[in-house]
């Protein structure tokens, strides 16, 4: 009896445990007023899903000079 209950708890606390997986990051560029698309890039990142989406928005940027604005917005696929 306290095998069965050994190996059910040991189940149950594997469930609860977030494992690491392939998120795709992409990132899409744009250089001018309108927000056109320019470019797009993708990055893969092994991570926790919370972890990989921060690190994902984390790589977003914004940066005006002039007339105009260079903008890099990332998000999880």
């Known amino acids: 009896m306290k095998k069965v ?6 189940f149950g606390a594997m469930s609860l445990t ?18 056109i698309a320019d470019s797009s890039t993708s990055v893969t990142i092994n991570d926790k899903k919370d972890d990989a989406k921060d690190q994902c928005e984390n790589m977003s940027t914004s940066v005006t000079s002039g007339d105009y604005k260079t903008s890099t917005d990332c998000k999880i696929k």
């Open 18 to 35: 977030s494992c690491k997986k392939d998120y795709t990051c992409e990132c899409i560029t744009s250089t001018n007023m309108e927000g």
């Open 5 to 10: 209950l050994f190996i059910g708890l040991l």
